[in-house]
């Protein structure tokens, strides 16, 4: 099956800091997502962007499908981001989420 | 729009009984909703695709028969921990995709099981 990783597995910031997490997967996809799950275990949903570059706020990522990875950028990091960021991926399909092992991000003050 | 409701969201358990965890499409309807266990420190893995008015897809490796799928409706997906083990506690959440394919999945609060 689809192999999907995740870089670096664990992160530190300095509040205000900015970082950049990568995804990359094996195979071709058809949807891509990335998800922040806060201490709680909630899974927000962040993005779903199989391909091209969207923004929100202080958050936004990039996929370039061609060659089979994804980064989700963060900006002036605030201690609220901390938690796990998953990247998740569809190969085709009505087919599951499979997901990566995460970045585990501690945003201290 | 495509808010899924998960229940109950922590259940703690006596050793050998069953536990069953509701996963609800609030505002649309799904053919098919994904079950998903995570250990601490691990990331999702799937246990079972649901599918509505059919049998349940179980990955490689989860039992069929302990980790019970009723999916009775476009809205509503069930999953029933029977008879269970201290090795059964976990994270236990439910994904759920709008009917069009091309669409992000949207996933439940979870539910923190312990077994005791």
């Known amino acids: 099956g689809i192999q999907v990783e995740q870089s670096p597995p664990d992160l530190i910031l300095q509040e205000g800091a900015n970082s950049t997490l990568r995804c990359n997967f094996s195979?071709?996809?058809?949807?891509l997502q990335w998800f922040h799950q806060n201490p709680w275990g909630q899974l927000i949903n962040l993005f779903y962007i199989p391909s091209g570059t969207k923004q929100n706020g202080r958050l936004s990522a990039t996929t370039v499908a061609t060659e089979r990875y994804s980064l989700l950028y963060i900006s002036s990091s605030q201690t609220t981001d901390s938690g796990v960021y998953f990247c998740a991926v569809v190969v085709s399909g009505n087919t599951p989420l499979v997901f990566g092992k995460g970045t585990r991000l501690s945003v201290i003050a | 729009g495509a808010v899924v409701s998960q229940h109950p969201s922590r259940v703690i358990c006596k050793s050998g009984t069953s536990v069953k965890i509701e996963c609800r499409s609030l505002?649309?309807?799904?053919?098919?909703m994904f079950w998903y266990r995570q250990f601490p420190k691990q990331s999702l893995m799937l246990m079972a695709t649901s599918n509505e008015g059919s049998k349940a897809t179980y990955e490689q490796g989860v039992e069929k028969d302990k980790f019970l799928i009723n999916h009775a409706s476009l809205t509503l997906s069930t999953l029933t921990v029977t008879s269970a083990h201290p090795e059964d506690s976990s994270f236990y959440i439910c994904?759920?995709?709008?009917?069009?394919?091309?669409?992000?999945?949207?996933f439940g609060n979870g539910t923190r099981l312990t077994v005791t």
């Open positions: 505002d649309f309807q799904a053919t098919t």
């Open positions: 195979d071709s996809v058809n949807n």
């Open positions: 994904g759920v995709r709008p009917s069009s394919y091309n669409s992000p999945l949207h």
